[in-house]
């Protein structure tokens, strides 16, 4: 029962995480209140001030709580004692060791690898790489290393030193760096331009005085400021419009692209998320809604039975239908991106085109939705995860029957 955690640091190692990330958000998802839970972390603290895996709960636990500068504060605390931790959430009898580099960022800046191999058996140790500082020390033993950096102008450093270290890495690299570097959300839509089959958004940077001059833009437009985390993107549909945005906003720079309609024949938006494991796509979620941008929580799925079906429908026909109608497409754009494993946030056009809004391998994926309100879920997301793990397994140089030998 997700209720009944316990925070026993008398059987907690030093360099594990007492609870982690993925149960933790299991935990917020089923609304259990994480304050008893954050007060025997702090008592952990309290008792031995050096216990960077209970600061790094504790960091979850804010940011969950929607403090993400406190979180993000106790986070570098943590990293100020430690760099390595290892998951309890996975590996109870390990048969196969993952070593995973991550940065210093918001939970949602890594992969969520947590989420990915949660109860398997397969051990995740986290090692948090930081810009112009050797690698940590400690790094244990392992059959296999994972880049989880996610691809930003602030982790650049980071993933061209990366790349060199992992060059004669002995042990088998999932997601180089500097693939996963190519993956910046401004260098996307050049890097995809001219796969066959897809759109993408090309945005381009202008000066407020550019986007004002008249007769300058073609409407709809998409305008998103140049930090991403400031204000949300605004579809703009004529002068009228913009000139509103642009009293709103008092950015010296915009970051301006076509928009690109994506609405069905009933004028409603589907956004679908697609992870690819291995060059086989998987479908996470198809997200129906008359907002452009909405995600799968903006769309309310729970209060809307006609969507839930439609997206129950869209896993079951994904392999047959959608991924055979944008196969090719599919191999092109695998090959563009050149990893194992990553996700794009996509949407099919009225004349059939794959438009893609994000390509990342940072994108959450997981089986948290209530079981009673989407009962097709979970096996559409074990298929995934199970695909994942026996990737990871091929990619270390095990057979599945040597996963299975006893």
């Not at 940011?63 to 959430?89: K, M, P, W, Y």
């Not at 580099?101 to 948090?128: H, Q, R, V």
């Amino acid at each position: 029962m997700v209720n009944s955690m316990r925070v026993d640091d008398a059987s907690v190692q030093r360099n594990a995480l007492p609870i982690g990330l993925a149960k933790l958000t299991r935990l917020a998802f089923a609304g259990v209140d994480l304050g008893r839970i954050a007060g025997r972390l702090r008592g952990m603290c309290e008792r031995d001030p050096s216990h960077a895996g209970a600061l790094m709960d504790l960091s979850v636990i804010d940011q969950l709580n929607g403090d993400v500068v406190i979180g993000l504060e106790r986070q570098a605390l943590a990293l100020s004692q430690q760099r390595v931790f290892h998951s309890t959430c996975c590996g109870a009898n390990p048969r196969l060791r993952v070593l995973a580099f991550f940065a210093a960022a918001d939970i949602g800046a890594n992969t969520p690898l947590e989420f990915l191999l949660e109860g398997s058996d397969i051990a995740l140790t986290m090692a948090y790489a930081l810009p112009g500082r050797a690698l940590p020390h400690d790094l244990p033993d392992h059959d296999l290393a994972f880049v989880a950096i996610a691809a930003t102008p602030s982790n650049r450093r980071l993933l061209a030193d990366l790349e060199e270290r992992l060059r004669f890495w002995p042990a088998p690299v999932v997601n180089l760096p500097a693939r996963v570097s190519m993956l910046e959300p401004d260098d996307l839509g050049d890097h995809l331009r001219d796969v066959p089959g897809l759109r993408t958004p090309l945005f381009e940077r202008r000066r407020r005085d550019q986007l004002a001059a008249p007769g300058d833009s073609c409407f709809p437009l998409v305008v998103k400021p140049v930090a991403p985390a400031e204000w949300e993107p605004e579809k703009i549909d004529g002068p009228d419009a913009l000139g509103a945005l642009l009293a709103r906003r008092h950015d010296p720079q915009f970051r301006v692209a076509p928009f690109i309609d994506c609405r069905g024949a009933d004028d409603r938006y589907r956004k679908i998320r697609v992870i690819f494991v291995d060059r086989r796509a998987y479908a996470c979620h198809l997200a129906v809604s008359d907002g452009w941008n909405a995600s799968h929580v903006d769309a309310r799925m729970q209060a809307d039975a006609a969507s839930r079906a439609e997206e129950e429908q869209f896993f079951a026909t994904f392999d047959t239908e959608f991924a055979i109608r944008h196969a090719q497409t599919f191999d092109a754009l695998i090959d563009r991106v050149g990893l194992a494993y990553f996700g794009v946030d996509c949407a099919e056009t009225l004349s059939g085109e794959l438009a893609v809004f994000r390509a990342d391998h940072t994108l959450l994926v997981h089986d948290m939705d209530p079981v009673d309100v989407f009962p097709y879920r979970p096996s559409q997301m074990r298929k995934m995860f199970d695909a994942f793990s026996g990737y990871l397994y091929q990619a270390a140089g095990r057979s599945r029957a040597e996963r299975r030998r006893p």
